[in-house]
């Protein structure tokens, strides 16, 4: 019989807050860009009503935007004796558990934003190439130290297979 996964009462460490302006620069340019497309059939018909497409655009990125903050405060991580517990998602939860032994890659990236901000983005992979999660917003010091010990764990662990 198997255990069901206990979520209740977990102490989630959360990533930098600073996090919430990687994000928000990202999906910043993501709505210029949607905005500048929505607005071509505009400009080249000259048809007055269609700047209603780009306006509902506008305010459908404006309120994703809005909800950056509240989605990067539900992003969360738990080291536990036997996997890694990874948390993310506001109306879409996600939960991924993440045994040790399992996992092949551990990598950092930095963005050029996160770089500014002292941030990186810690990924690891596992046996199963679909099940590759990401940890985003650690600060440089902290994803530096998470990798080595999900490493050191991650090789000890397959060592005892």
Do not use: C, N
Not at 49 to 77: H, S, T
Not at 79 to 92: A, V
Not at 131 to 144: C, H, K, Q, R, T
């Amino acid at each position: 019989m198997t255990r069901r996964l206990e979520l209740a009462g977990i102490d989630w460490r959360r990533v930098s807050p600073k996090y919430v302006i990687v994000d928000i620069a990202g999906w910043v340019v993501l709505t210029i860009g949607m905005v500048v497309a929505a607005s071509v059939p505009v400009l080249v018909s000259g048809f007055t009503p269609l700047w209603l497409i780009p306006a509902i655009v506008l305010v459908i990125m404006l309120i994703i935007v809005a909800f950056i903050p509240r989605r990067v405060r539900a992003i969360g991580y738990q080291l536990r004796d036997d996997d890694l517990l990874f948390r993310r998602g506001l109306l879409f939860q996600r939960f991924v558990s993440v045994p040790y032994g399992r996992m092949q890659l551990v990598d950092i990236t930095r963005g050029p934003v996160s770089r500014i901000l002292g941030l990186s983005d810690l990924h690891f992979v596992t046996a199963a190439a679909s099940s590759g999660v990401m940890i985003p917003g650690l600060l440089v010091a902290d994803a530096e130290e998470l990798r080595d010990r999900l490493v050191e764990l991650a090789e000890t662990r397959r060592a005892g297979l």
